[in-house]
């Protein structure tokens, strides 16, 4: 079982974002990967910048729950002043590239649904969406609806290499229900099977990506819902 914190990033209004990877990779990276507790850390890089709604993921994974909030705070904790020293130096960092107030994130457990690569997902294409339910459901019966029903179709799209769904540890307190990470090795196969950056709908016409585009209607508030589709670049793996 490890647990996960996923930032997604939004550069500050006067940085451009080329500036921010810059940024983000020769000034950031190297405080972030050793803050105490991160036994994984992965980058997530937009394919279309100009398109996407983040400049970036930031996904750090840690063995106990514990771990995770002295580290980078609780859910619903906008902010947070960790104790620790890499993780306070972090944090202060963060100021000098981040809009803070806008970047959502979430902490969850990952659940592993399909792994076709050994767990090997240093330059794969990634399609993160972070999902909203429907007004009329509860956060039990989204994720019951979700692991049950949808699961099976997803994991089964065309391409598709390897899912993961991510379950909140803290539903009363996170932004989102929850994320489903879909990887592709070819980023052809991923626009096909789920659209490329920027489309907030899509309309795949045949196979499994047809009927998972279809069932989400059940369950899923799309409009609400952000995606993300990068490339990912691990950072640091002690596992």
Do not use: C
């Not at 939004?10 to 803050?35: C, L």
């Not at 803070?100 to 240093?122: A, F, H, L, S």
């Not at 047809?210 to 819902?225: G, H, Q, T």
Request: glycine content about 6%.
């Amino acid at each position: 079982m490890m647990y996960k914190h996923v930032a997604l990033l939004v550069r500050q209004d006067d940085m451009s974002h080329e500036e921010f990877v810059d940024y983000w990779q020769a000034n950031h990276t190297p405080i972030a990967k050793d803050i105490e507790g991160v036994v994984r850390y992965q980058q997530v890089l937009p394919t279309e910048p100009a398109h996407a709604e983040f400049d970036g993921l930031a996904e750090l994974y840690f063995e106990t729950l514990e771990d995770l909030h002295e580290a980078l705070g609780s859910p619903g904790s906008r902010d947070y002043d960790p104790t620790k020293e890499i993780a306070a130096k972090a944090r202060e960092d963060v100021n000098n590239f981040l809009a803070v107030e806008e970047r959502p994130r979430i902490i969850g457990e990952e659940i592993v649904q399909k792994d076709e690569v050994d767990g090997d997902t240093d330059g794969l294409y990634k399609h993160s969406a972070f999902l909203v339910r429907q007004d009329d459901m509860t956060h039990e019966e989204f994720v019951d609806y979700w692991q049950t029903n949808h699961t099976p179709i997803a994991r089964e799209i065309e391409g598709v290499v390897k899912y993961n769904t991510v379950i909140p540890t803290d539903p009363e307190n996170a932004e989102f229900d929850g994320v489903a990470e879909l990887y592709f090795d070819d980023i052809e196969k991923l626009y096909d099977a789920l659209g490329s950056e920027g489309l907030r709908d899509y309309a795949p016409d045949r196979g499994k990506a047809k009927a998972a585009r279809e069932d989400v209607n059940n369950f899923l508030a799309i409009d609400e819902r952000p995606r993300f589709i990068g490339q990912e670049q691990l950072v640091k793996d002690e596992g």
